[in-house]
């Protein structure tokens, strides 16, 4: 009995350091996918489509205003764009200038990421329609993702103003996306604090939830 009073009291000890520890150094659990950027299956720009096109984000996330989860677009909001842009400024001006120079007709400039996608919707470019309705999927890679016990709902922070960036940094300049946060329990807390000291005038007026049950339910 005396050893387990012992154990128990070393763990209780061990586990109240450690919040004690994490409310100044931002505790973590191991597995933190801070700085990880993978290859996705086409090379989308953040930094192009909300950067220098200032595409607002919920267009193609639009799940983050009404749900937990902001979702990966379908390859068809892809489209409404892209069925007719086909390749960049860049690529467009040096084949007007090449038939210039050659005294040729203008030929349908299609770059290869976008060809990507025309492949995944079955979009065919020789007869400008949809020639495949199975086409074949893209398979994104989830860049943040939070561990099974947590709850994250983007529609809570999305109503209450949070902008993407506190979470994702600044997407709009990143050719790849990557996880720029830690996203740990530490650093989710220290941002409600900030938001309930009244300091932060983005957020006058507002709380934000320091219960367990709330992310942990």
């Given at each position: 009995m005396i050893r387990w009073n012992v154990?128990?009291?070393?763990?209780?000890?061990?586990?109240?350091?450690?919040?004690?520890?994490?409310?100044?150094?931002?505790?973590?659990?191991?597995?933190?996918?801070?700085?990880?950027?993978?290859?996705?299956?086409?090379?989308?720009?953040?930094?192009?489509?909300s950067g220098d096109l200032a595409i607002d984000c919920l267009y193609c996330h639009f799940g983050a205003e009404k749900s937990p989860r902001a979702g990966i677009p379908a390859a068809n909001t892809c489209m409404n764009c892209h069925k007719f842009v086909m390749a960049s400024w860049e690529?467009?001006?040096?084949?007007?200038?090449?038939?210039?120079?050659?005294?040729?007709?203008?030929?349908?400039?299609?770059?290869?990421?976008?060809?990507?996608?025309?492949?995944?919707?079955?979009?065919?470019?020789?007869?400008?329609?949809?020639?495949?309705?199975?086409?074949?999927?893209?398979?994104?890679?989830?860049?943040?993702?939070?561990?099974?016990?947590?709850?994250?709902?983007?529609?809570?922070?999305?109503?209450?103003?949070?902008a993407c960036q506190t979470c994702h940094g600044a997407v709009e300049t990143m050719e790849t996306v990557s996880q720029e946060s830690d996203l740990s329990m530490g650093w989710c807390i220290e941002c409600h604090r900030d938001v309930n000291s009244g300091d932060n005038p983005d957020f006058q007026g507002k709380y934000a939830s320091l219960s367990c049950a709330v992310c942990h339910y």
């Open positions: 154990s128990i009291l070393i763990c209780l000890t061990l586990i109240g350091g450690g919040l004690i520890y994490g409310r100044n150094v931002n505790l973590n659990v191991p597995g933190s996918n801070q700085g990880f950027a993978p290859q996705q299956p086409l090379a989308f720009s953040h930094r192009v489509h690529q467009t001006k040096i084949e007007e200038l090449n038939a210039a120079e050659e005294k040729r007709d203008l030929q349908l400039v299609v770059s290869p990421e976008i060809k990507k996608l025309y492949d995944a919707v079955g979009y065919s470019t020789e007869s400008l329609a949809y020639a495949d309705t199975t086409g074949n999927n893209l398979e994104w890679l989830r860049v943040h993702d939070l561990p099974d016990f947590v709850f994250f709902d983007h529609s809570r922070h999305v109503i209450a103003d949070v």
